[in-house]
């Protein structure tokens, strides 16, 4: 369909497109605040949990830490390209990101069946609770950002709406800085 | 989109490979089993990796503040609501009241950890 | 949308001549109006459910144990079901589509000048969102055991476990109802934030911006900051129901206080929300109907976004006697009666917009001058709440009840029939009668205090909410008292029967009211300067701006208006 003009405006001098995903951004620090705030104040407040956090594996842990990382650069890699007009070069770069993903949800879903098959629930206790749902809502983000990237992507290869890349790209580092923080809240801090 | 132009003289890989050596700081930071020193490293290299990230891949440095602004105060309403909240949850005990559920709970596993986070009790 | 090529710019007013279909033009619409439309229909129809809910309830509390009319004999646990829904419904389901979704995206992108919201697909995508979330509500209430009958603020462990609520279903339905109502606005609401920022017409400067527009954008922003940690508490909550976690169960290692602290940190935020777009409606449309210029607007922008940034740090006065650390109460009490301060300037400030003002009573205007009187009533009531000692009597009582509805009311009732009453022009290309306005305006101010006034007498008197049969309470139980609930009763009665003159009014005048003309209200700001109803794309040739919005009666000029696109 066509864009429409208002779109194309620019009286913050920042892109539409950009301003818009910082927008998202803000919504999401909160959201996501929310939740590890809330872990945060009872993970203090209870010691036991210190015990039932030792079983999670940080070696998986730093594993996807340095997945997550090299997604990221290949996303901001993707951005030079898309900079420099080479659409297929981004498209390939944010394949790669999404397969970064990939990855990340592999391992993940290993890990997570490993540990409900140890004994370690979603309703095993206060720790685990958390553990599931920060980490399931934080892989329900690396899942829309991948579809929504999928979509960047195929456009890219056509060299169409290449400022996309940077959006759907800013995205998903915020996606990473979440798990930057996860990682030591919930496989180091033990 | 041309103020980016200048941003790509970054070298995105050299950031990388410092982001991956900090990740390795913070793994073995544990393994010193100094407590003080697992958590500065875990969660200050945490700290110092989201900096590089926000800085050097979403370009924050060279966004417009009015940005910085705004992500700024999502940051500070959390903070904001920590301080809150906290009072309320992680308080145990006061002058004629003790939340029995927990008491039960951290006397299990204070042997094990230790001092645990006193300054959770006032 | 028959197109598909990547052309960045839209030819500017292409006028509609493809030939939509039915569902193109009003189903799956992408043009903002559109949209605004469908929020508008919804919400007002969810509103119509909300009332026949407290049809029932007030039936039930005037003649206890009596068959209601329509319903039958309302049971212990129906009431509660009717009471929490009334209370979601009302907030999430009227007020926010009608204020934020229906005149945001109706009055946003025509103010500023564009051809249509920024991203217009994201924006179908949030009312369907939106559609969804209705119709979820809608189908918990005819699930097995009925509607969600915690009370709409859902507190822990009523809320998390079936056994004690008796509406296990509901209950999730509920939950899952609220959080794609959030995730709906979050959408909308990067449409309104975006679009306000960025695409005004050329010479639009910020403060060249029409206040309603200031007002729904920064609504939306406290919004997007503060909807949050709900949305992680409501996905904890449904654990909770469905998946046997504990998080708000002390003896799973949870706390129930977090839920309330969770639910009240948007939950006060969330009344601005609701509230700013209501002061902006009223705010233009007094400009319009005193011929003046709104009084200080900058101040009146920097006072309500101090009011926004005060708001997230009252939120506790919600829980005095929840029993959260009292050291915490002083401290919320403090902020709560300094949040007292912005409000009562900005009433100070529309009142000086109106001093020497050239006043027209037309319908939109007695609506406004409504909100600005019953409004400062239920502002006042708030300081007594905000007291902790006061609240420690008074919480939980009608007192609280009649003061939250002095505030709503006025703005999901009051401001919206002033919207509509104004805008109906614009997006019909009809005027309403201006007679019927009028009964029906009196008709639903007179009776709205008759029911209200009596509920501060027996919250004073100790009444406690959530009760569906006083009879059982001898000091409650007297006479008098229930003399003032039958008043109340009797009233919104009354009340409702006067909103069918505003239904056929409504009705009528889409079908076959006077044609309207471009600008019948000879208002300054952009929207009257295109046709009633707009096309798509708004303007065959899009506004350039030249001064602001509110230059009524301007000493250089002959007309006692200035439109803000007419060259100098």
């Known amino acids: 369909m066509l864009r429409p003009l208002a779109t194309t405006r620019s009286a913050m001098g920042i892109p539409t497109g950009r301003l818009a995903v910082w927008w998202v951004l803000v919504s999401e620090i909160v959201i996501f605040g929310g939740i590890l705030v809330s872990y945060i104040m009872h993970r203090l407040g209870h010691a036991s949990w210190a015990e039932q956090a030792a079983h999670t594996n940080v070696w998986i842990g730093a594993f996807n830490t340095f997945v997550l990382l090299t997604s990221s650069l290949s996303a901001v ?29 592999l391992v993940k879903s290993f890990e997570w069946t490993s540990e409900i098959t140890s004994g370690f629930t979603l309703q095993s206790g206060g720790f685990w609770s958390y553990y599931y749902t920060a980490a399931g809502v934080h892989a329900f983000h690396v899942i829309a950002g991948m579809v929504v990237m999928g979509f960047v992507a195929a456009s890219a290869m056509k060299n169409q709406d290449l400022h996309r890349v940077e959006n759907v790209g800013i995205y998903w580092h915020f996606v990473d800085i979440v798990w930057i923080f996860l990682f030591p809240l919930l496989y180091i801090a033990k | 989109m041309t103020v980016h132009d200048h941003a790509h003289h970054r070298n995105y890989v050299k950031i990388w490979a410092i982001l991956l050596a900090l990740l390795v700081v913070s793994v073995i930071g544990p393994m010193t089993g100094i407590r003080v020193v697992m958590l ?54 006061g002058r004629f009241w003790k939340k029995t559920a927990v008491a039960a709970d951290t006397s299990q596993g204070h042997g094990r950890t230790g001092a645990g986070h006193g300054d959770a009790h006032h | 949308m028959a197109h598909a090529h990547a052309e960045p ?18 189903i799956f619409s992408t043009d903002h109006k559109m949209i605004a439309m469908q929020y ?95 119709v979820v509500l809608v189908a918990s209430l005819f699930v097995q055991g009925g509607g969600f009958a915690g009370a709409w603020t859902a507190y822990p462990p009523l809320s998390a476990v079936g056994k004690y609520n008796l509406t296990p279903l509901g209950a999730t339905l509920w939950v899952i109802a609220v959080a794609l109502e959030f995730v709906a606005f979050l959408l909308g609401g990067i449409n309104f934030i975006t679009t306000a920022m960025n695409s005004r017409a050329p010479g639009m400067k910020a403060f060249d911006v029409p206040m309603v527009v200031w007002m729904i954008v920064i609504a939306s922003i406290l919004f997007m900051a503060s909807v949050g940690p709900l949305i992680a508490g409501a996905v904890m909550l449904l654990f909770d129901q469905t998946l046997g976690t504990g998080f708000f169960n002390p003896g799973r290692g949870g706390d129930p206080i977090l839920w309330q602290h969770l639910f009240w940190f948007f939950g006060h935020p969330e009344v601005y929300v609701v509230l700013l777009p209501a002061l ?22 920097y006072t309500i976004i101090a009011t926004g940034v005060l708001s997230f740090f009252v939120w506790a006065h919600h829980q005095f006697i929840a029993g959260i650390d009292p050291r915490m109460a002083n401290v919320f009490t403090i902020t709560t009666v300094l949040i007292s301060i912005p409000i ?57 009840v009649a003061h939250f509805h002095y505030t709503f009311f006025p703005i999901a009732i009051i401001a919206v029939f002033a919207g509509l009453t104004f805008w109906f022009p614009k997006m019909f290309g009809r005027m309403m009668n201006e007679t019927l306005g009028k009964i029906h305006f009196w008709g639903t101010i007179i009776p709205f205090n008759l029911i ?8 004073a008197a100790g009444e406690h909410r959530r009760i569906f049969d006083y009879s059982t309470f001898p000091e409650l139980a007297r006479p008098e008292l229930q003399a003032l609930r039958i008043i109340a009763t009797v009233s919104l009665l009354v009340m409702l029967a006067f909103q069918f003159v505003f239904l056929y009014n409504f009705v009528r005048s889409m079908i076959a009211g006077p044609r309207a003309e471009k600008n019948p209200w000879k208002s300054n700001t952009l929207e009257w300067t295109t046709e009633s109803p707009p096309p798509h794309g708004n303007w065959v040739e899009m506004p350039v701006v030249y001064r602001g919005p ?6 250089d000029r002959a007309e006692d208006y200035w439109p803000q696109n007419e060259k100098p």
């Not at chain 2, 940051?75 to 145990?92: E, N, Q, R, S």
């Not at chain 3, 710019?9 to 009003?26: R, V």
């Not at chain 3, 509660?80 to 999430?92: D, E, K, Q, R, Y």
């Open chain 1, 77 to 105: 890699l993707a951005h030079q390209a898309a900079e420099q007009g080479n659409g297929p070069k981004a498209a390939r770069l944010l394949m790669a990101t999404i397969g970064g993903g990939a990855v990340f949800l």
């Open chain 2, 40 to 93: 500065i490293t875990a969660f200050g290299v945490a700290l110092v990796k989201a900096y590089m990230v926000a800085k050097n891949f979403m370009h924050l440095d060279i966004e417009k503040p009015i940005v910085h602004w705004t992500l700024g105060v999502a940051l500070v309403l959390m903070v904001l609501m920590f301080a809150g909240v906290a009072p309320d949850v992680m308080k145990h005990e």
């Open chain 3, 9 to 26: 710019h839209g030819t500017p007013g292409h006028g509609g001549h493809h030939e939509q279909t039915f569902f193109q033009k009003y």
């Open chain 3, 40 to 134: 508008t229909f919804t919400g007002l129809a969810m509103g119509m459910i909300g009332a026949f809910m407290a049809y029932v309830f007030r039936m039930q509390l005037a003649f206890p144990g009596s068959s209601v009319p329509g319903f039958g004999v309302v049971s212990p646990g129906e009431y509660n079901a009717l009471v929490t829904n009334h209370g979601s419904i009302m907030i999430f389901w009227v007020a926010m589509p009608v204020l934020i979704a229906g005149f945001g995206n109706f009055l946003i992108p025509l103010m500023c000048g564009c051809d249509d919201m920024v991203f217009p697909r994201v924006n179908r995508l949030s009312y369907q969102l939106f559609f969804l979330s209705a």
């Open chain 3, 280 to 301: 902006g409606i009223v705010a233009d449309v007094m400009a319009v109907f005193a011929r003046k210029k709104l009084f200080a607007y900058r101040t009146t922008v």
């Open chain 3, 344 to 400: 009562a300037e900005t009433c100070f400030l529309y009142i000086a917009t109106l001093y020497g003002g050239s006043i027209r009573l037309t319908t939109p205007m007695l609506w406004a001058l409504a909100f600005l009187a019953e409004f400062l009533i239920g502002g006042v009531t708030g300081i007594y709440l905000g007291a902790s000692g006061a609240d420690i009597y008074f919480h939980d009582t009608y007192f609280v």
């Open chain 3, 452 to 459: 209200f006034i009596p509920l501060f007498i027996l919250g």
């Open chain 3, 550 to 555: 509110y230059e009524y009666n301007h000493p």
